[in-house]
């Protein structure tokens, strides 16, 4: 979330979005997903695993990307199942 911007990721690209997270979250409807801080919100699909880096939890995604999870969000994505490859 940038401003009042939402950046959406994809296969097929990356773009800017006009609109809230929580109306991107609710537009998602119930497409697989989680919020993992309270700027991020990914696809259960696209998780990969959880690291630790100095004492911070991040989100693994399928693409190479590592996402802050915050302590609010933490025991969720700790409950996260990952896909088998």
């Known amino acids: 979330m940038q401003d009042h911007y939402v950046e959406v990721s994809t296969t097929k690209g990356t773009t800017m979005i006009l609109m809230s997270l929580g109306d ?3 537009e ?8 993992i ?7 259960t699909d696209a998780f990969r695993g ?3 880096r100095k004492g911070k939890l991040f989100a693994k ?3 190479g990307r ?3 999870v ?3 969000y933490a025991s969720t994505v700790r409950g996260l199942v990952v896909p088998k490859s």
């Open 24 to 26: 991107a979250m609710e």
């Open 28 to 35: 998602a409807g119930s497409y697989g997903g989680v919020r």
């Open 37 to 43: 801080h309270r700027s991020h919100w990914i696809a």
């Open 50 to 52: 959880l690291v630790r």
């Open 61 to 63: 995604l399928k693409d």
């Open 66 to 68: 590592e996402l802050p």
């Open 70 to 72: 915050s302590r609010t």
